[in-house]
């Protein structure tokens, strides 16, 4: 088969001829037809992270496809289901935190002994088949177009969660802070959840597609974020813990701050000036907190309320999808179709 093998740090993407695997017992084979690109997958091959330990390096945790082969014992899955599958595909089921026995997702990568994480600890979906453990996959709705759908096994499933978590109640206002891979959809999922919506982004440029998107209202930081009333909860999205910090300015009494972007870079500090300490307010983490948060953010897809906007290249142009993702020239998804 044909995969995207990323053959050393900083070294570029390239296709290659590598064997078709064969799926084992509890898993299922995947054709793939489209895999996201996401900013993780440049930090991990580009030495930001520590580079893939699976063999060959297949990065890619947004694939979509058809299940074209069974192995013993799976009987939840049958030949040409439509699926995805995530970031976290199992745990060791042995260490501690394990034999807690909470939820599969984003926490047990971080907590888990031996995770099994695709693109990173086992070959990913930029290739043209990868074999998943059946229960770590989810059915793709009928209506979904595997490039609409590849966004959502990532990008779309850590900003439903991160909306989840932070708990809005029918009159709190949410601020959706980053409007990009994870925030443009979160600004929608707001407001196919009726909250009154608010876009923090320092782009200018966005401010049009932001509204488009379902925010009422575009401000530039947290100054202007408080000077517009504020908001209950503030969804970070983007890759800025300086702009998550300054965003604080705008969250009001008893409001929640929820981490969901990542900033290999630098710590979340609250600022000094910031009266944290008097204001009842919250400071959260959210990744991917269970499949059936992804199951819902594919609902709300399939429904037209939240739509993916996304960029499609060719597997041959993999190379240039992953440069202007690095560059942050794409808008909003890139999705690499094989």
């Not at 895999?35 to 945790?61: E, K, M, Q, Y």
Request: contains cysteine.
């Amino acid at each position: 088969m044909k995969a995207a093998v990323v053959p050393g740090v900083n070294a570029p993407w390239g296709i290659s001829e590598v064997p078709t695997p064969s799926p084992g017992p509890g898993e299922v084979l995947i054709r793939v037809r489209a895999c996201g690109v996401c900013a993780n997958d440049v930090w991990l091959t580009r030495g930001v992270f520590d580079f893939p330990s699976a063999t060959p390096s297949i990065t890619g945790h947004e694939p979509v496809g058809e299940v074209v082969a069974l192995g013993a014992g799976v009987d939840s899955r049958s030949i040409g289901d439509r699926v995805g599958t995530t970031w976290v595909q199992g745990t060791c089921e042995r260490c501690d935190y394990c034999l807690r026995r909470l939820p599969v997702g984003g926490q047990a990568a971080m907590n888990c002994a031996a995770p099994v994480l695709t693109g990173i600890t086992v070959p990913g979906g930029h290739a043209e088949y990868m074999t998943v453990p059946a229960e770590a996959t989810v059915r793709i709705p009928d209506g979904v177009p595997y490039e609409l759908a590849a966004p959502m096994m990532c990008a779309g499933y850590t900003a439903w969660s991160a909306l989840r978590v932070g708990a809005p109640t029918p009159s709190d206002r949410v601020a959706v802070l980053g409007i990009g891979g994870l925030g443009h959809l979160a600004v929608q999922f707001s407001d196919a959840c009726g909250f009154e919506t608010i876009a923090v982004t320092g782009s200018p440029d966005k401010h049009d597609l932001a509204r488009q998107l379902g925010a009422s209202m575009v401000v530039g930081n947290g100054e202007e974020l408080r000077a517009a009333g504020g908001a209950d909860v503030i969804l970070a999205t983007g890759k800025s813990h300086r702009a998550a910090a300054d965003a604080m300015r705008g969250l009001r009494v008893n409001g929640r701050m929820v981490l969901a972007g990542l900033d290999p870079s630098e710590a979340f500090t609250i600022p000094p000036d910031v009266p944290f300490f008097a204001q009842g307010q919250r400071v959260l983490g959210a990744t991917h907190e269970g499949l059936d948060h992804l199951v819902e953010a594919l609902d709300f897809v399939e429904s037209g309320k939240v739509t993916p906007v996304v960029e499609v290249f060719a597997m041959d142009q993999v190379a240039d999808a992953v440069e202007r993702v690095a560059k942050g020239e794409v808008r909003f998804r890139a999705v690499v179709t094989y």
